[in-house]
């Protein structure tokens, strides 16, 4: 079963304008962390943000914030006031407790217009 | 600009060829990561090393050989790969904080490096 699912393959945003990205997981482990992901066409992938399963509090990194809904296993992205160097694919990534793996999705590319 | 580096950037070889991916990573990690991305594919791990000890090895082909020489650099050794190998190939470091896998909280955060892409012919 696929632990990360991304539905959108790719969205268009205009510059300056918030954008949010999808992500729902699937685990029955109480203890996970929950990762986004930045990877430009060069390949490298960058860490944006992070978000535990027993965190109160939505994660919030800069114009990166994490809409996290336990309940429904889900864990947006949202970008706001969006960049052209915020064009890329972005990765919704789970770790499970006492795991090293990180299950990725499937990605999300994102294409911000001037 | 990350504290994580791989070289080489790029490599094109032949099935027959030998070649190794090196990666470095600066910021005192006790665990580092091989990942393969292949097209249309998710990340998929293919090799962990704790403390410089093998921990994972996800049903990877003996054609790929790992080695961690120490805490803060780790090599894949490529031998008669196929086509089907060709991906990018990202490593990765991480602090864990416990013994297995961390403190079972999943907390820590993989840093990854900007890849190798590999073209086998």
């Known amino acids: 079963a696929q632990k990360i699912t991304q539905t959108q393959p790719g969205m268009f945003v205009q510059e300056k304008e918030a954008v949010t990205l999808d992500c729902t997981y699937d685990?029955?482990?109480?203890?996970?962390?929950l990762f986004w992901y930045k990877q430009p066409s060069s390949g490298e992938m960058i860490f944006l943000i992070y978000q535990g399963s027993y965190d109160q509090q939505n994660a919030t990194e800069g114009r990166y914030s994490l809409n996290f809904q336990k309940a429904r296993k889900s864990a947006n992205l949202v970008i706001s006031a969006s960049q052209l160097g915020d064009s890329a694919m972005y990765f919704c990534a789970m770790r499970e407790g006492g795991d090293y793996k990180l299950s990725f999705g499937a990605g999300t590319t994102v294409t911000v217009r001037a | 600009e990350t504290g994580v580096t791989q070289t080489p950037r790029h490599l094109v070889m032949g099935m027959t060829n030998k070649k190794s991916l090196k990666c470095e990573q600066h910021l005192g990690h006790n665990a580092m990561y091989w990942y393969k991305q292949s097209a249309k594919k998710p990340l998929e791990l293919m090799f962990v090393y704790s403390l410089e000890e093998r921990v994972e090895n996800n049903s990877v082909p003996s054609r790929f050989s790992p080695e961690c020489p120490n805490s803060s650099h780790l090599f894949l050794h490529l031998h008669t790969l196929q086509p089907e190998d060709s991906a990018l190939y990202l490593c990765?470091?991480?602090?864990?904080?416990?013994?297995?896998?961390?403190?079972?909280?999943?907390?820590?955060?993989?840093?990854f490096g900007p890849g190798t892409r590999l073209l086998v012919l």
């Open positions: 990765a470091s991480s602090q864990e904080q416990g013994l297995a896998g961390g403190t079972g909280r999943g907390q820590e955060t993989q840093y």
């Open positions: 685990t029955s482990d109480p203890s996970y962390g």
